[in-house]
Every structure is written in C-alpha cells, then in structure tokens.
C-alpha cells in the first residue's frame, strides 16, 4: 500500500484538503496527516483523524519514542503539501524544522509535490519567487496556483487548485517518480469545441467534452512541461499548474493557439473545432417565419488551424493534430496527416455516446514515418502519455538527426 503524507498548513483553503485526503483515501492509500498548528485553528486533529482512519500528531513531542519526525519521511512514498503557505515555502526552500512537518520535509527521501495558496502579493513577492525556484531547482514539483477568488473580495493568483486536480498530479508523480522527461519544454494543448454564433441565443457547436485535451494537459506538466492549455467551452475545472486561456470560437481558438505556438516544442491540436460557421451573426434571436421555414443559413469554412502550424514549423517544433472520424477513419487521417503536415495524427472513431464525454479512449496513432501504433481502448490519462511518450520518442530522433547530418 501506498504511504502518503499529506502536509496542511494555516491558511482558509485547509478546509480543501479534507476533499484531497477522501480522494486518497478512497484510492487505496494510506495516507497520515501532518497538520501545522496554524492549520489546526481552520481544521481540528479528530477531523483528520477521522477522515484519514490514524492517529494525527502535531509535534515532534508526540509519541517521542517513535521518533515521528524521522519515522514518518523516511517511510513515505510521496508528501503532498496543501495548502502550502508562503511561511512553508520559506522554511522548506532554508531548511528550517521547528514543527513535526517541517522535520517531516528534511527527512523524506520520495518526491515532494507543494501547492501552494496565498494572496496574489505573496505569491508574487520576489521573496517568495526565490524560495519556489530554489525547491525546484533541488526537485520539489511546486504547482502553480489557480486564478480565482481568494479570501474575502480579492481576486487573482494564489488561489489553491481544485483538490481533484492536485490528486491527479500526486498521482501521475507516484506513476512517473521525478522523471520529468518534458522538463524545459513548452508544449501547447488545445481542448474543447467551438461554438460559432447564429444569433444571440444559438450556435453551431460539436459534442466535445475537452477531456482528452484537459487529459494531455495534465499529463504535459506532470512530465515537468509548461504548458498552456487553450480551451472552447467546457465544463471541467483546471489542471494544476497550467497557464488557461479561454476561447469561444474558432478563429478565436486560431488567434490564441498561433500566438502560443511561437514558442512552443510541442503542439497538441485536441480541440475539436468547427469546420464552417455562419457567414453572418443576427444581431436578434432568429424568428420563425409565417410558413414555419428557417432562412437558408449561408456557412463559410473556419480557418485550418492545424495545417496552419505545420506549414510554420521550425526546426525541432513537433504538431500533434487529431482526427475524430465516423468512417473510413485511417484512411481520412492519413490524409490529413499529409495535408496539415503533422508529425502524428491522434485518430478516433467518434459518434454519439462514443469518445465525446467519455473517460476512455480508443486511438490509434499514425506518425508521419509511416508507423501505425493502436493503442486499444485506454483510459484518456493513459492515452495522453502514450502520445507525450511517441511525441519524446520523436523530438530525440530530430535531434540525433540533427546531430549526424
């Protein structure tokens, strides 16, 4: 069984990691909670204790013949710090132990992963920037913050991502280890459907849900990318530690996606965006007319995003386009491939109840080398690291290319 520490420090979003404790506990580890005094004036130790199944100490007092401030780093397999304050970041990046938690940081030997929640100031004091880069230089995983509301009226960075995501980052960390292959690596993800404007009130739209691009974002920056996610209309919450643009149309979509891909290594087109759109936008609701017939509504092709990129590539910028097809699916992707000069295509047979809005995938990848890989029917975070694990394996033929010519 997997042993976890989860570190919780004073700050309002501790009552958070009561939810990221369930999702631990509830996937079969054993996780012990190491909670700062302050954090015990937001969330009182029966309540740890009762949510994690054992005992919560506090300090380094506690069951000294145990020796808790050694015992419990050595014998975890990962310490998940959240909320993380600007004060643990400080005495976690100078090696200060003057609680169980902080002896717990110097004594463990597996990966260490902060998230971090403060007001938008902290975050961005130089104090605290010095102290976040100093833990990731030695190979502490410190996640970005979200964007949202923070305590009382504020606004802005430093807001504690949603615990679910931080558990899927925990998890791709106790998968993966700190092999941090996309380490130095930006890598440009696109997710979701566009939606193009009738009217004020309707639109043109597609069934995308945006998990197999949330997916690859995820699993972009637990490989120690950074990653910008641009995303259409989805209902999902943040992955942690991803820079979110949001979009609505496709041309928007285009603008964002351009703008990223400058310097992006590694493109990943997984949005799904409308082919055409109305020529023209009402600029009232559509009204049926006396007959009951609709006006013919005039379309105009949307921008080809994806061949758009290709036909820019630099040396060393791989394109990763997808092909959501409903017959003759490799024989249309292939196609594609070649016409958007794509360096993989990622090829789904999609339809409705299949794919769209779905947890798993069934894919199959076509390399422009010719190579044809299916990958079965796969869960979409599992799908995304084959595709980052394909995508490596090509960036290091480039390079050894390179190396020989």
Not at 65 to 88: K, N, Q, S, W, Y
Not at 214 to 228: D, I, K, M, N, S
Request: proline residues 5%; contains cysteine.
């Amino acid at each position: 069984m997997t042993e976890v520490v989860l570190g919780v420090c004073g700050g309002i979003a501790a009552y958070k990691a009561c939810e990221l404790l369930r999702l631990f506990t509830e996937s079969g580890h054993s996780v012990r909670v190491v909670p700062t005094a302050s954090a015990l004036k937001f969330v009182g130790a029966p309540t740890w204790a009762a949510l994690s199944g054992k005992p919560v100490a506090t300090e380094v007092w506690d069951d000294a013949h145990e020796v808790p401030h050694v015992r419990i780093g050595r014998h975890a397999d990962l310490v998940v710090v959240a909320p993380a304050t600007a004060d643990m970041l400080a005495k976690a990046a100078h090696g200060i132990a003057d609680d169980l938690l902080t002896n717990t940081l110097l004594t463990a030997t597996c990966p260490i992963v902060y998230a971090p929640a403060m007001h938008t100031e902290m975050w961005e004091n130089p104090a605290t920037r010095a102290n976040v880069a100093l833990l990731r230089e030695r190979g502490a995983i410190v996640i970005e913050p979200a964007v949202g509301r923070l305590t009382g009226a504020d606004t802005g960075k430093g807001r504690l991502p949603d615990p679910a995501e931080i558990f899927e980052r925990a998890q791709g960390v106790l998968k993966r280890g700190l092999d941090l292959d996309l380490a130095g690596r930006h890598v440009v993800v696109t997710a979701g459907g566009t939606r193009e404007p009738l009217d004020p009130v309707r639109f043109i739209g597609n069934r995308s849900s945006g998990k197999q691009g949330y997916a690859l974002a995820r699993a972009a920056a637990a490989r120690g990318a950074r990653v910008t996610l641009v995303t259409a209309n989805v209902a999902l919450p943040d992955p942690a530690g991803v820079e979110i643009i949001r979009v609505g149309t496709t041309e928007e979509l285009r603008d964002a996606t351009v703008k990223a891909f400058a310097d992006a290594d590694i493109v990943v087109m997984a949005a799904a965006p409308a082919d055409f759109r109305p020529a023209t936008m009402a600029d009232q609701k559509i009204k049926k007319t006396e007959g009951g017939a609709p006006d013919p509504i005039v379309l105009v092709t949307n921008p080809d995003i994806a061949a758009e990129l290709g036909a820019n590539k630099r040396t060393g910028q791989l394109l990763v386009a997808f092909a959501a097809e409903t017959q003759d699916a490799l024989e249309h992707a292939r196609a594609k491939l070649v016409r958007k000069r794509a360096d993989l295509i990622v090829v789904n047979v999609v339809g409705v109840d299949r794919v769209f809005g779905s947890d798993n995938n069934d894919a199959t990848l076509l390399g422009a080398d010719g190579s044809t890989t299916a990958l079965g029917e796969l869960r979409k975070e599992d799908v995304a690291d084959r595709i980052y694990d394909h995508a490596i394996a090509l960036l290091e033929r480039q390079v050894d290319a390179g190396e020989t010519a």
